[in-house]
């Protein structure tokens, strides 16, 4: 059984301010109009929901076709407020969150340190997300801290159906199952936010599209909320843009920043999910391939290891020359493109970025060339300039797609330009830990912060807060910190509980 999760790449980083926080903004990009009920969308978007064709769920056995939003269900409590694929496969879900639990040990020491307080006790999270087992140990942590929390899914593909059914199953109000099209998705964000009697005063958000949604649907609820937490590269540039135009009216968390999710998540993650992805669609071999990686970010960085280790030719593409000189030391080969498009055998964009790989270079690519994208939207890839008549689109298998030319070339489309370990294949549980428990502790921060600490800005967690997440997570691995002496803290200037670098430091 497959499970979905990753994380998104990314070449930049902010300026620091005042030491701990970040003081770069960016804003949202237009977004695309409601489409029909069932229809698939055929723009280019910059939407994390633009569809050619619905895939076939990897959890979800059933030939039921009917549209969720077409069933009647309840729990075994009778609670209807939510919307899945089916309800009657919430023990195979609660199993599946029983095992992630293990991995997670950091979320289920807050829940046993929270017995006695509620730090979350009052506050309405509304939360978009990928809606997996590992999200199900976050959720239901929060709901242990206090929490009342409603969730849809930040992604098409990603919804383990099974796990969206103990979620409801538990009580929880979930919008979100997997294969759902444009309108579906814009469905299930407005059915989480828009409900009589309960407002949201805190967000956790993965792109930026729950949050857009509020703003423009429903902006006097920034009114109660305290603030936001974002944990991708699309979403923190989207909050980034607001503040630069003054549009953002609450504090922000930077999440993706963050040193335990940049240095882990993004960097280890995709380098033991990016040949998962690779092997459960395509079954290729990577000895001796050609493959080029666009972008050198900490996404790419894990993406190049991991090929190069399996005996790939790795090939960089990427704009900022410090990024460059790190490539070439590491000893790949940066070139431009178009200087390699003709002989290469797969093609992963992770730059975060929009038309990385146009349709000029799609014409020119080799026959079987595998395209893939590790960034969060489907944005790098252009996927729209595919759809004309003259090229024939076959489905393979679930999230495969041959797109055919007319003389009979064709390249090996994968999960339709999204991001392709959380729609493909599973990512590792270990690391989610560390970016739920940043993501939980920056919801308590914003949530307890007392009013005038965070302006409408965005902002980094405290360093301390980074040393304390990864703290949590040494004793997994038997792991003995060593302790400075007060000599050695005071001849360092250091405080001897942290924090122990300063925010600028680059690990």
Known sequence: MLKKKKKNGGSSEPCVKKIQFADQKQEFNKRPSKIGRRSLSRSISQSSTDSYSSAASYTDSSDDETSPRDKQQKNSKGNGDFCIKNIKQADFGRREIEIAEQEMPALMALRKRAQGEKPLAGAKVVGCTHITAQTAVLMETLSALGAQCRWAACNIYSTQNEVAAALAEGGFSVFAWKGESEDDFWWCIDRCV??????PNMILDDGGDLTHWIYKKYPNMFKKIKGIVEE????????????????????AMNVNDSVTKQKFDNLYCCRESILDGLKRTTDVMFGGKQVVVCGYGEVGKGCCAALKAMGSIVYVTEIDPICALQACMDGFRLVKLNEVIRQVDIVITCTGNKNVVVREYLDRMKNGCIVCNMGHSNTEIDVASLRTPELTWERVRSQVDHVIWPDGKRIVLLAEGRLLNLSCSTVPTFVLSITATTQALALIELYNAPEGRYKQDVYLLPKKMDEYVASLHL??????LTELSDEQAKYLGLNKNGPFKPNYYRY
């Open 194 to 199: 828009n409900v009589e009697g309960w407002q």
């Open 232 to 251: 991708s590269v699309t979403g923190v540039h989207r909050l980034y843009q607001l503040s630069k135009a003054g549009k953002l009216c609450v504090p």
């Open 475 to 480: 004793p997994t691995f038997d792991a003995h």
